[in-house]
């Protein structure tokens, strides 16, 4: 079973400021298949980062996806008023064939 | 544009049953294979099921094996999620999802809310 462990489990910082999130697997996974997604109270998760790396449509440069094996992040280079939110990575592959971490809440100090 | 709107959810007594649907407009249906994911009220995410476009791969959480059906009509761009023997663990917000080309999920449903409880 692949476990995805997220850190920290919340993060404080002020607008501006630059976010990095972990991901880490319980053992090597596929980077094709590691995605991010960012959820704001009381909306559907969204997806931010597919293939490890990629951008999905409309998601602004200033969030950016890298890593490999079994260590990824998430980095948000200046933080904006609206990406205050929470943000969980997903693995596909193995068992379950699905995973989630527990997620990171970044709130604003 | 991408839509998906779930719809079924409620509250239910454990043992007893419930059926979502999920209906899909905005895009090619029978291209995408399709999800459930849900989410207990103030947790994270826990994936449930999935079907690919033919119907002809089903896969299920373990949690749930032997007691939820996926389905899906293509003509009527809908997904269904038969759910058996619920339990109160089952309460969560269940969502909708289109799977992407890289086994990311691209766009979501806003949730449709099951409660198990006597």
């Known amino acids: 079973e692949i476990v995805l462990t997220q850190s920290p489990g919340t993060l404080s910082l002020s607008p501006g400021e630059r976010a990095t999130l972990s991901c880490r697997a319980s053992?090597?996974?596929?980077?094709?298949?590691l995605a991010w997604y960012q959820q704001k109270p009381g909306q559907a998760p969204r997806l931010l980062i597919y293939?490890?790396?990629s951008r999905a449509s409309g998601i602004p440069d200033r969030f950016s996806g890298s890593g490999s094996g079994t260590d990824f992040a998430l980095t948000i280079s200046r933080l904006e008023p609206e990406d205050f939110a929470v943000y969980f990575c997903q693995h596909y592959g193995g068992s379950p064939k699905y995973s989630f971490g527990q997620g990171t809440k970044v709130e604003i100090k | 544009e991408v839509q998906l709107v779930e719809s079924g959810g409620g509250l239910v007594q454990p043992g007893r049953s419930l059926r979502l649907s999920c209906g899909a407009s905005?895009?090619?249906?029978?291209?995408?294979?399709m999800h459930w994911v849900r989410q207990p009220p103030g947790r994270g995410l826990e994936w449930v099921s999935g079907i690919s476009w033919s119907s002809g791969d089903i896969i299920y959480a373990d949690s749930v094996k032997g007691r939820f059906t996926t389905s899906r009509e293509n003509a009527k761009n809908s997904l269904y999620l038969q759910m058996n023997s619920l339990r109160p663990e089952d309460t969560a917000l269940y969502y909708c999802?289109?799977?992407?080309?890289?086994?990311?999920?691209?766009?979501w449903g806003q949730g449709t809310l099951v409660t198990v409880s006597s």
């Open positions: 053992q090597s996974v596929t980077n094709s298949y």
């Open positions: 293939g490890a790396s």
């Open positions: 905005g895009f090619t249906f029978d291209d995408y294979a």
């Open positions: 999802v289109r799977r992407g080309g890289t086994y990311s999920f691209d766009y």
